[in-house]
T-cell receptor, first 114, second 110 residues
């Protein structure tokens, strides 16, 4: 869905490097999320934000940090990348138009840590 | 601990209805049933959700049993482009935590 974009789409980095994954959305949603997906498995929540002043840890936040620069932008950082952070990363947004929230996902960033 | 149980894989003939089951025997009264799908390694796509009534939209129908312990997603006329992993998720309204299990890999065959 072009309303949620992620950059880069693919990234190869080395152990110990700091990297940032970026997410932008034009849907005007307040809520944004970062997930990771490992091969053959479902998605797991890393961090989420309900507005620019709100940051919350998800199921697997260790080794990650986030920044909500604006309503439309939510970045995920790996301060010191390690090989087991190799995964597919998804950003998502949501809102509550009628009280029944659904999430809309970006195309994903494929990260390889050597 | 998984809240939902889905078969790992299913096949369906093109043009036929695809019926994907999901068991959620421990569902709470305030939990909704959501369905998403993921094509290849693209971002998951929302399909439909419901609380206790059957729901239908342009993509699919959701049938929830009266006791709410199971549900079925129905794609009425499956096409090759419906080949994907389908996830059944139960969650409380307004709860940020969307727990994706392994899902069902649906293969639509010509």
């Amino acid at each position: 869905d072009a309303d949620v974009t992620q950059t880069p789409r693919n990234r190869i980095t080395k152990t110990g490097k700091r990297i940032m994954l970026e997410c932008s959305q034009t849907k005007g949603h307040d809520r944004m999320y970062w997930y990771r997906q490992d091969p053959g498995l479902g998605l797991r929540l890393i961090y989420y934000s309900f507005d620019v002043k709100d940051i919350n840890k998800g199921e697997i936040s260790d080794g990650y940090s986030v920044s909500r620069q604006a309503q439309a932008k939510f970045s995920l950082s790996l301060e010191s990348a390690i090989p087991n952070q190799t995964a597919l990363y998804f950003c998502a947004t949501s809102d509550l138009p009628s009280g029944e929230e659904t999430q809309y996902f970006g195309p994903g960033t494929r990260l390889l840590v050597l | 601990d998984a809240k939902t149980t889905q078969p790992p894989s299913m096949d369906c003939a093109e043009g036929r209805a695809a019926n994907l089951p999901c068991n959620h025997s421990t569902i709470s009264g305030n939990e909704y049933v959501y369905w998403y799908r993921q094509i290849h390694s693209q971002g998951p796509q929302y399909i439909i959700h419901g609380l206790k009534n059957n729901e239908t939209n342009e993509m699919a129908s959701l049938i929830i049993t009266e006791d709410r312990k199971s549900s079925t997603l129905i794609l009425p006329h499956a096409t090759l482009r419906d080949t994907a992993v389908y996830y059944c998720i139960v969650r409380v309204y307004n709860n940020n935590d969307m727990r994706f299990g392994a899902g069902t890999r649906l293969t639509v065959k010509p």
